[in-house]
């Protein structure tokens, strides 16, 4: 209490000039206070205020909420120390990794699920303590290596069945001109070692992305993922895509006993049909939070904001919050990401998101959705808002 209270006092001096000089008398003599907290706040607001002049930097240092949690802050400082920027780049908050916040929809199911499998990981020894990076295999491929750091990656888009010869599944990782498509491999069949493996990609519209560099595997034995990749140059602006995908790998027949070769060693051109993979927008939106929503609405203004309105085919409130945040790929902030329960169904409900678009683009949206009683679907009107309209457009056009 006493600690918060330091802290207030110094937004009051920031806020308030002629305060000043009242509050720094009564934060020296916090500086006396038994507990440490209390006296390590007081000394930095009492520092800040007697070496900082300039009044917006002040408000920086003690008024404004930081852009992202101490959690993500240690992760982001992390990641930079195992990945420095390139050239003489210096750090700030702006360029700091972003580290995603994992949104899961708050349902007793979920977490009970979630929970019992952590457990059952950290009773194996399996549990990380620190999320591993993504893109970390992607770092390791030399003809990537010009690419730089990952702005995101997504999670994994299954593209076979997970019962077929040949499970097939997907992560993208977005960088600043490119996609790389990160193909994971696993054979099922003991009988078979699979060489020069890799995912030819089709891109429908070339206008938007080509292929650059196909990455294959040099094998996939029985029981084993392997990984192949292929890296997509972005020709504009950031637009969705569809892309036609197929395994095309040798085959070797071996003793499913010993593992060694029967037959032709070389073995025979092989490939296999995959489902489509789609680029969308949304895998270009980092999930992040603000600490003050409110605030960073009105900070950012109504001169980028793109207003829609949308009717969604769904009968329950609960699933219209869960589909449109996986729509925009945004983070629900607030704890508006659940609907609360009450006496009976909510006619409405109110979603406020945000996250980060490629280039570090702050986008915040503001969602009402609301039960019709003639039809029981839901309407949604939405406010999107960032320094860049365009950008706002895009992240509204993601509703469908």
């Known amino acids: 209490m006493r600690a918060a209270s330091v802290s207030t006092l110094g937004v009051f001096a920031t806020r308030v000039p002629e305060l000043r000089p009242s509050v720094s008398i009564l934060l020296q003599r916090s500086l ?10 007081a000394a930095i607001i009492l520092s800040t205020l007697s070496k900082q002049s300039d009044e917006s930097e002040l408000k920086f240092l003690l008024d404004e909420p930081l852009p992202m949690s101490f959690a993500s802050l240690e992760r982001s400082v992390r990641a930079l120390q ?28 979920t977490n009970a699920a979630s929970k019992k499998k952590k457990a059952s990981a950290a ?4 549990l990380r303590l620190e999320p591993a990076d993504p893109a970390a295999s992607v770092y390791k491929v030399p003809e990537l290596a010009s690419l730089g750091r990952a702005f995101r990656s997504t999670g994994e888009s299954a593209l076979t069945e997970e019962v077929m010869e040949y499970v097939v599944s997907c992560v993208k990782h977005v960088f600043e001109s490119h996609v ?11 009988d078979q070692r699979l060489k020069d493996v890799f995912v030819e990609v089709e891109v429908e519209d070339e206008e938007a992305y080509i292929v650059e560099h196909t990455i294959p595997a040099a094998v996939a034995r029985y029981g084993d993922q392997t990984r192949t990749f292929v890296s997509l140059a ?6 969705p895509a569809s892309l036609k995908c197929s395994l095309h790998f040798k085959v070797v027949q071996v003793d499913p006993a010993t593992g060694e070769v029967e037959g032709d060693e070389n073995g025979y051109d092989e490939e296999y049909p995959l489902e489509d993979l789609e680029l969308t927008t949304s895998d270009f939106m980092a999930k992040t939070s603000v600490g003050d929503f409110r605030r960073a609405w009105d900070q950012t203004g109504s001169d980028g904001e793109v207003l829609e309105k949308f009717a ?6 609960e699933d219209a919050v869960v589909a449109v945040t996986d729509f925009l790929g945004m983070q629900p902030v607030d704890g508006t990401g659940v609907v609360p329960a009450g006496d009976g169904p909510r006619r409405s409900h109110t979603l406020h998101l945000s996250g980060m678009f490629l280039g570090n683009v702050s986008v915040l949206a503001r969602a009402q959705l ?3 009683d003639t039809s029981g ?13 365009d950008i706002s457009q895009l992240v509204a056009e993601c509703i469908r």
Do not use: C, H, W
Not at 234 to 239: C, I, P
């Open 32 to 41: 006396g206070d038994e507990d440490d907290e209390v006296r390590d706040r």
């Open 82 to 109: 195992e990945r420095p920027l390139a050239g003489d780049k210096l750090a700030s908050l702006a360029t700091l990794p972003i580290i995603e916040e994992s949104y899961t929809p708050n349902s007793n199911l």
């Open 123 to 126: 009773l194996s020894g399996e």
């Open 180 to 190: 790389v498509l990160e193909f994971l491999v696993l054979n099922t069949i003991d």
């Open 234 to 239: 972005r020709q504009g602006d950031v637009s």
């Open 312 to 317: 969604l085919q769904f009968k329950k409130l």
């Open 370 to 372: 609301q039960m019709e």
């Open 377 to 389: 679907a839901v309407v949604l009107k939405i406010a999107v808002r960032s320094e860049n309209k």
